[in-house]
């Protein structure tokens, strides 16, 4: 096969890579952006400036041959590039030569699936795009929070209910309550499950700053330690409800200067006579949009649970709307709601705030489609924390 190949040219121009390659029978070329390099966003053209070959299978298996030499020529150690700059921008280590191979090779298919998704978004004039994170080495299992057991859905039957009271009409346009500086920085939960501390420790903190003017980071890894008391798994996942039902029966969470994330389970080290805060009581909100439009409207952000076994919202990036009609009901990620909106166009949209860094979507935010029959379940498992205090010997810094 090599020998039908005369002449092989790979350089950069304009930003776009291109390959020439001169064989017995013609010219081929091949260009790709520097992000896609899937197969299925391959388009080679083809010049044949001899007379065809009349046997076919001759051309047919010359092609074949060209394009494993198009990634000779183009540097066939490019996924190995990709690997190493993604290893070293989140400062990956493995513990063996092993895992280092599957988490590899889940890396490159995660990376395929993006590369693809933008490909064909770009091809059909769509601007949504998706982009790597610090979790496209993991698989979705991995990181996912199965929420649905008996156990909860016993526990969520027993709490009070916010139904909404509200005239509709009357509803704000739009609410955001990162404009208010009562929504804590983004935070990055890592290779541990703890989606639901981050979002349960994210409306309490927000509703502390409402009620007393103070925005304090709380203990995320003191529930990851300690809320097992009440049902809750550490790393391997636990809910919102369970995250307050110890709050309330510890008498307190420590804030993260004191008791700081290391995403990573731990023995439990909670010192109630330094707790920041402690919350009193909470709500579910009754499983409708328009019910967690007003309480986000009224009362401050949610905590709420989500489907997001779509890749498409693992590797959302930018600030268009995620609207995925067959999301699944099935919730297994917690974020945190601090606001909505709807855009030029008529769409309205959830402000969902996420712990994946700010690297996932707009700056660690995304928005997720309102009002689409309760899409991804965003509605199903949402709380508000009621009654808040805080330790009066806590160190507080007063919001201006």
């Given at each position: 096969?090599?020998?039908?190949?005369?002449?092989?040219v790979?350089?950069?121009?304009?930003?776009?890579?291109q390959?020439?390659i001169?064989?017995?029978?013609g010219?081929?070329?091949?260009s790709?952006?520097s992000e896609?390099h899937?197969?299925?966003?391959?388009q080679l053209?083809?010049?044949?400036?001899h007379?065809r070959?009349?046997?076919?299978?001759?051309y047919?298996?010359l092609?074949?041959?060209?394009?494993?030499?198009?990634q000779?020529c183009s540097?066939g150690?490019?996924k190995?590039?990709?690997?190493?700059a993604?290893?070293r921008?989140y400062?990956?280590?493995?513990?063996s030569?092993?895992?280092e191979?599957?988490?590899?090779k889940i890396?490159?298919?995660?990376?395929?699936?993006i590369?693809?998704?933008n490909?064909?978004n770009?091809?059909g004039?769509?601007?949504?795009?998706?982009?790597?994170?610090?979790?496209?080495?993991?698989?979705?299992?991995?990181?996912?929070?199965p929420?649905l057991?008996?156990?909860?859905?016993?526990?969520?039957?027993?709490?009070?209910?916010?139904?909404?009271?509200r005239?509709?009409?009357?509803?704000?346009?739009a609410?955001?309550?990162?404009?208010?500086?009562?929504?804590?920085?983004?935070?990055?939960?890592g290779i541990c499950?703890?989606?639901?501390a981050?979002?349960a420790?994210?409306?309490?903190?927000s509703?502390?700053?409402?009620?007393?003017?103070?925005?304090?980071?709380l203990s995320?890894?003191?529930?990851?330690?300690?809320?097992g008391?009440?049902?809750?798994?550490g790393c391997?996942?636990?809910?919102?409800?369970?995250?307050?039902?110890?709050?309330?029966?510890s008498?307190g969470l420590m804030?993260?200067?004191?008791?700081?994330?290391?995403n990573?389970?731990?023995?439990?080290?909670?010192?109630r006579?330094?707790?920041?805060s402690?919350?009193?009581?909470y709500?579910?909100?009754?499983?409708e949009?328009?019910?967690?439009q007003?309480v986000?409207?009224?009362e401050g952000?949610?905590?709420?649970?989500?489907?997001?076994?779509d890749?498409?919202?693992?590797?959302?990036?930018?600030?268009g709307?995620?609207?995925?009609?067959?999301c699944s009901?099935?919730?297994?990620?917690?974020?945190?709601?601090?606001?909505?909106?709807?855009?030029?166009?008529g769409?309205?949209?959830?402000i969902?705030?996420?712990?994946?860094?700010?690297e996932?979507?707009?700056n660690?935010?995304?928005k997720?489609a309102?009002?689409?029959?309760?899409?991804c379940?965003i509605a199903?498992?949402a709380?508000?924390?009621?009654?808040?205090?805080v330790?009066?010997?806590?160190?507080?810094?007063?919001?201006?």
């Open positions: 096969m090599a020998q039908l190949v005369t002449f092989c790979y350089y950069i121009r304009n930003e776009i890579e390959v020439y001169q064989t017995a029978f010219s081929l070329w091949r790709f952006t896609i899937s197969s299925l966003t391959l053209q083809f010049s044949i400036s007379k070959s009349p046997n076919i299978m001759k047919i298996f092609v074949i041959g060209v394009m494993i030499l198009i000779i540097g150690n490019n190995d590039q990709m690997w190493e993604f290893k921008k400062n990956k280590v493995y513990r030569a092993h895992e191979f599957s988490r590899r890396y490159l298919t995660n990376r395929k699936a590369d693809e998704f490909a064909l770009a091809a004039g769509r601007f949504e795009r998706l982009h790597e994170n610090e979790l496209a080495d993991m698989e979705h299992k991995e990181i996912s929070n929420l057991t008996k156990t909860l859905k016993k526990r969520r039957a027993a709490l009070p209910v916010y139904h909404r009271t005239d509709v009409r009357r509803y704000p346009r609410v955001d309550w990162r404009d208010e500086g009562v929504v804590t920085p983004v935070e990055r939960q499950s703890s989606c639901w981050f979002t420790a994210g409306a309490l903190e509703k502390i700053a409402i009620t007393t003017k103070t925005l304090e980071p995320k890894q003191q529930l990851v330690d300690c809320a008391s009440e049902g809750a798994g391997a996942g636990g809910s919102i409800a369970e995250a307050y039902e110890y709050i309330m029966k008498n804030s993260q200067r004191d008791y700081p994330y290391e990573k389970n731990g023995f439990c080290r909670a010192d006579s330094r707790a920041h402690t919350l009193d009581s709500k579910r909100i009754a499983p949009e328009l019910s967690l007003e986000v409207a009224y952000p949610v905590a709420a649970s989500i489907a997001t076994d890749p498409a919202w693992r590797f959302h990036h930018g600030d709307i995620y609207n995925n009609p067959n009901r099935t919730v297994d990620h917690g974020v945190l709601i601090v606001g909505y909106g709807t855009d030029e166009v769409n309205d949209y959830w969902v705030k996420n712990s994946y860094g700010t996932f979507g707009e660690g935010y995304i997720m309102r009002n689409k029959d309760n899409q379940g199903d498992w709380y508000i924390p009621v009654a808040v205090r330790n009066r010997n806590t160190q507080v810094v007063h919001l201006p």
